[in-house]
């Protein structure tokens, strides 16, 4: 499984952005999606995720401003991201696995190479 993220920028807070995640895997729908973040300094820490049935789950700072979802017969899953604020600025990840615990990195299995954001303030 090969993921490639893009969509990343420069925007300031309050704007919004839209990250995707391609991935390039005969199965797609067979496998659960999540988004990463890393700021400088920081621990890899879980944006959101998105199941094979399109459950979905976000941390709690993004939830209500982030939005993720997948479309299956693009082999994609996008993050919707509006009213960012400084604090969003990170190195995104998006990760793959069929059998995850969804806030857990080490239980995926597939990585694609971030995207980075940052939000000015």
């Known amino acids: 499984v090969q993921l490639q993220a893009s969509g990343g920028g420069l925007v300031q807070a309050g704007g919004s952005l839209r990250l995707s995640c391609a991935a390039s895997?005969?199965?797609?729908?067979?496998?659960?999606i999540g988004w990463f973040r890393q700021a400088p300094g920081k621990e890899r820490e879980f944006v959101a995720s998105?199941?094979?049935?399109?459950?979905?789950y976000y941390t709690n700072s993004v939830r209500g401003r982030f939005t993720i979802s997948r479309e299956n017969a693009k082999n994609t899953v996008y993050l919707q991201m509006s009213s960012l604020k400084p604090e969003d600025t990170a190195v995104y990840y998006c990760?793959?696995?069929?059998?995850?615990?969804?806030?857990?990195?080490?239980?995926?299995?597939?990585w694609g190479q971030g995207t980075q954001v940052t939000v000015s303030s």
């Open positions: 895997v005969r199965s797609f729908n067979d496998y659960i």
């Open positions: 998105v199941g094979t049935i399109y459950s979905t």
């Open positions: 990760a793959a696995g069929r059998t995850v615990v969804f806030g857990d990195p080490n239980s995926y299995n597939f």
